[in-house]
């Protein structure tokens, strides 16, 4: 286990976005390293870099054309390589994003997988062996090619499936099982990509999409963890302090094939969505437990997180983030205030937490944008950062209509500079809170965690870790908790109040006590 991930507290850039040192409209990796000093100042000592290869761009960069070059857009690998260096002179470690499922269609893989003579590359993705054998469970693109099959796509249709095989095979004219010799040269390919960038410098990999790589597998995908376990004896023997994070959504499993930590995400009905996201957009309802109109339960919550915890203690962590490039931003259910509680209670919990760029000013989702790159309804989340009153926020010295995408420039808009200067931003409250973090071993990604108390329906919450509480209550009333322990407060939001054995929480309030000595 990388001994940094004990006290890692993550900033996740988007690179087309961030910054733009050259005027052409679109962030870069100079960019980025003009602004490590800024990533500093949060308190955030490592970033995860969002795919910077050569890409197509169908994908936002998930559609990798050349996994070993840095896209022209962004700069050159040597650019890259200088970026690791001045991060790490810094103390910053750097994530880059990992692709593993699937690749562009104009990778010089797939290239030369679709020619019809068989070559090295024939067996790298999923195809099938006549162009007439099409069976409609599995998202096959036909009759494109000159190649007589049709190919698996992993995601939008310009992203064929690498080869992992199949775990239940159903046609086995075609499906591999994962231990043909084709599906373990994709993941000897996959280990060398990996090999390529940690060598350069990086400090490990966001794995994209991780437990999408082989096929006719649910409930814990035992084949693909063991390509995950044997990357995982890879990094161990070659790259010991690499981390790998992976975007799976299921941490006892993940965990358990080899990643360091996994996220929690905004899937489904999981315990993400039931703290933070909880919302009927139809009807408007908000059942989020950080909602201010007090509707979520974070016993729901808690039932997952606590199985979670237990089945990952000791082998990897759980990563809470802010919002992702995936995700609308908090701020487009939640006001000011009740973000900031949210994401202060991120920076509370255990495991290795995720700041998404532009969370900490409170940048906006921006609405009815045309989608980019392949964002759709993600675009909103993915506009430029908002730097200062200069033009364009700061982001870029490009005329407006030359930019990535557009900048929020209302009256109302949020900047590093506005809220640098209000004390009680969210910007300066995160500060202190990360800040909080990284000084008390307890707070960080190992420190325990114990309920004190939690009912179903109400309110506050209020958990332990070493010899702090954390009480929370997120809605627009006064709460009350027995509580029984003489403490300090160490950092609030809003107020709280002692009554007898009562602990009396002011609406929207978060407390970060420590037990008297
Ligand atoms: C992941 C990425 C997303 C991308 C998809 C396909 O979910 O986060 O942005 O579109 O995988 O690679
Ligand atoms: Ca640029």
Request: glycine share 8%; with cysteine.
């Amino acid at each position: 286990m990388p001994d940094w991930l004990k006290d890692a507290v993550f900033y996740e850039i988007y690179p087309q976005t961030f910054c733009d040192s050259n005027g052409d409209g679109i962030g870069d990796i100079k960019g980025i390293e003009s602004k490590l000093d800024y990533v500093m100042s949060l308190g955030c000592n490592a970033i995860w870099l969002n795919p910077v290869y050569d890409s197509p761009f169908m994908d936002a960069g998930y559609d990798v054309r050349d996994y070993y070059k840095v896209a022209e857009r962004y700069g050159t690998n040597d650019d890259l390589k200088h970026l690791f260096e001045t991060a790490h002179e810094k103390g910053i470690k750097i994530l880059l994003d990992l692709v593993p499922g699937h690749t562009s269609d104009q990778n010089e893989w797939f290239l030369k997988s679709k020619r019809p003579e068989k070559n090295d590359y024939t067996g790298r993705y999923i195809w099938t062996d006549c162009v007439w054998e099409a069976p409609p469970q599995y998202r096959l693109l036909c009759g494109i090619t000159d190649r007589d099959g049709n190919y698996m796509v992993n995601y939008f249709s310009s992203q064929p499936a690498l080869n992992y095989g199949f775990n239940k095979i159903t046609h086995p004219a075609w499906q591999k099982s994962p231990t043909d010799p084709d599906c373990v040269a994709t993941v000897e390919a996959l280990k060398d990509i990996m090999r390529y960038w940690l060598n350069m410098g990086c400090d490990g990999f966001r794995v994209d999409m991780a437990d999408s790589l082989v096929k006719n597998e649910d409930g814990e995908k035992p084949e693909t963890c063991k390509v995950w376990k044997n990357v995982r004896a890879m990094l161990d023997k070659e790259f010991p302090d690499a981390a790998i994070v992976s975007e799976w959504c299921n941490p006892k499993v993940s965990v358990g094939a080899g990643f360091h930590s996994d996220f929690y995400l905004d899937h489904d009905t999981n315990g993400y969505r039931i703290l933070f996201r909880d919302k009927n957009w139809e009807t408007g309802e908000c059942k989020a437990v950080f909602g201010k109109n007090g509707k979520g339960d974070i016993t729901k919550f808690l039932d997952e997180y606590l199985d979670d915890l237990k089945g990952t203690k000791g082998k990897g962590y759980i990563s809470f983030i802010t919002c992702n490039h995936d995700t609308p931003r908090m701020t487009r259910m939640f006001s000011e205030l009740e973000a900031k509680i949210a994401y202060s209670f991120i920076f509370m919990m255990p495991g290795v937490p995720f700041l998404y760029y532009g969370d900490e000013i409170g940048m906006k989702y921006m609405e009815g944008l045309t989608s980019k790159e392949g964002g759709f309804s993600r675009t909103g989340t993915r506009t430029p950062m908002q730097w200062d009153s200069t033009a364009n926020c700061g982001f870029s010295t490009a005329d407006a209509d030359k930019l990535y995408l557009p900048v929020d420039t209302g009256a109302d808009a949020v900047t590093v500079e506005k809220a640098e200067a209000d004390p009680d931003s969210i910007l300066n409250t995160l500060r202190k809170v990360i800040a909080i973090r990284h000084e008390n071993t307890d707070l960080q990604s190992d420190g325990d965690f114990e309920v004190i108390y939690a009912v179903k329906e109400k309110y506050p919450f209020i958990f332990k870790r070493g010899e702090f509480f954390i009480a929370v209550n997120p809605t627009e009333d006064v709460q009350k908790a027995p509580f029984a322990f003489d403490c300090n407060t160490v950092f609030e939001i809003g107020n709280h109040s002692r009554e007898g054995s009562y602990l009396v929480m002011q609406p929207q309030t978060i407390s970060l006590l420590r037990l008297e000595k």
